[in-house]
């Protein structure tokens, strides 16, 4: 696997690295179970099967990309500290990883993050350092921090090790459901999408993306990568801009970029904790709003999907207009 | 097994019988997960193991206790209607185990009833008959029901096929916890307390109880089995009075009744959610609340705790004071 240190290398992942990282990390993630609903298979006229990350180490896939990157650092005899930028659940997997490992993890976060996930980057022993809710401010702190201390940095997606790791959700899925038609994940930096794409060879993979930051699906369309510095949408866990390394690996192997409106993502989370009795936040919610929203591209078909993660803000969904969507698929059923 | 019809026998049914009907539910019921979380038991500095029922048919344990008696008339070759009265949860299992096995299902519900829950009995296929929202309307109407219509009656809890059906859900529990040192079960007409404490032979089983809704409680300590006609707590599954046939083996075997305030359910049921990332309703959360609450008496120790249902009446929880106790609980960690 190439040092994402050492220069720019379009395709120095493939298949195998997925392989290799899903062979590193057993017994050090969960194998999360898959999840299936009537009712939401009934009321959309598919099969679907939800991978269910939000019971990962931490609630998130993200601790598959940082578990992976930290056990390759000690593998090399690394034996600094560790940095990080992040709006959250990279940020609280990292701290744990590192934990576990034996490394001190800062990361950096933007103002008005989740604050959920802020607390569990204390709670699992990490360090926050506060900037501004811009990316370049993001960038600019972490790359501030580095020269500092020294850190070595573990990105939260654009970086093979993340990649690689992320990559392994989808292998386990496909382990267990081994004639999937597609497979929906959400994007935000692009690192479970990207890892995604190298592990599902042979199915059709689509990212989703929130309308509010729909970058990808821009520079998916353009091919060229255009980012965004801020959005609002709810979906925290996707604010980020596509990456370098990511965005070629989609912009090669996706069979498209799906949006979904805030609406629709609000929906879909209600669906969710009252069909499949899961508590996610709206950015693993995203999957399923695309499949009703896009419905008839999935009819009959054996979708899988990606409930990237858990940590639910609830406070940001108690705020109009979210909170009247949410009470109001809460009062109905399928 | 005792025919309830042919009146009442005290203790008619044991262990056996509960491993009869879990024979008898094998391949028809889900055999639930059991989930963990590591935030929960390092907090209260116990294991806490969580018998997953939300997770079952119509999102609820009741669907064992129906399907039992369902399987029971099939078998002794019945065939006209079925009718039962409940809050809901019951209503909906009944109606689907008696659509699955071709039975008419016709539920006497208290207005006032959880409104998904209501629409879940009609989804299955059962038809609804409305009542006023007292425990003696309920059997009036139902008795009125039957002398009108010759239909059957599957009673919600005081029911040797109901008992002998819920017990199996511990059954399940203990063949994966074996070595469990005590067992929470919330109790409302008692069913799933009583079927648990036949299943769990040799564990400490504790009932769990709304303070407002603590008749059971009253019923143990006075050693007369005392009622009430209505309550009004969130635990809309725990409003039924302890019925006459459970209340004998709970008096027989229980370890103990524990009672627990609103704001402690509703807290439980928010703990739930975010860190167990497990969509379940008050009248389950009851059993960590008491984890909470009589912390000192569980510490140390391996805990199963019966979850369950997950049909949350989400419209009731938006008022106050409910709504506040969530939103503060959901925005702290741990």
């Known amino acids: 696997m190439a040092d994402i240190d050492q220069g720019f290398n379009e395709f120095a992942i493939n298949r195998t690295d997925v392989l290799a990282a899903r062979d590193r990390l057993r017994s050090r993630v969960h194998a999360t179970p898959i999840l299936r609903s009537d009712y ?15 019971l990962q180490h931490t609630g998130s896939f993200k601790f598959r990309g940082a578990m992976n990157a930290v056990r390759l650092l000690k593998k090399s005899g690394f034996e600094g500290t560790i940095c990080t930028h992040s709006s959250g659940n990279h940020g609280a997997a990292l701290a744990r990883a590192g934990r576990l490992e034996g490394y001190a993890v800062t990361v950096v976060m933007p103002e008005g993050a989740n604050r959920l996930k802020a607390q569990s980057v204390v709670d699992e022993g990490g360090e926050i350092i506060w900037c501004a809710a811009t990316n370049s401010a993001r960038l600019e702190a972490v790359e501030s921090l580095q020269k500092s201390s020294g850190a070595h940095l573990v990105p939260p997606f ?21 004639d999937l038609d597609v497979l929906l994940v959400p994007v935000g930096g692009g690192g479970l999408l990207a890892g995604s794409l190298l592990a599902a060879e042979g199915v059709r ?26 959005s609002l949408t709810i979906c925290d866990g996707l604010r980020a801009s596509v990456g370098m390394r990511t965005f070629k690996i989609i912009q ?22 009252r069909d499949l009795k899961s508590w996610v936040e709206p950015s693993a919610a995203t999957v399923l709003a695309a499949a ?26 108690q705020k109009a207009p979210y909170q009247r969507w949410l009470s109001d698929e809460l009062s109905l059923r399928a």
């Open 158 to 178: 654009d970086d093979d090790r993340i990649i690689a790791g992320q990559g392994s959700a989808a292998l386990e899925l496909l382990e267990v459901c081994a």
């Open 40 to 54: 939401l298979d009934r009321r959309l006229k598919l099969s679907m099967h939800f991978k269910a990350e939000h």
């Open 292 to 317: 009703n929203t896009y419905r008839s591209k999935f009819e009959g078909l054996k979708v899988g999907a990606i409930l990237s993660g858990g940590n639910v803000d609830f406070s940001a969904l």
């Open 252 to 273: 090669r192997d996706v069979a498209g970029i799906l949006t979904v409106t805030e609406e629709a993502v609000t929906r879909a989370t209600a669906q969710l904790w």
């Open 205 to 230: 993979v689509y990212g989703v993306e929130p309308l509010l930051a729909d970058d990808t699906a821009r520079s998916f369309e353009s091919g060229i990568r255009c980012g965004f510095d801020q």
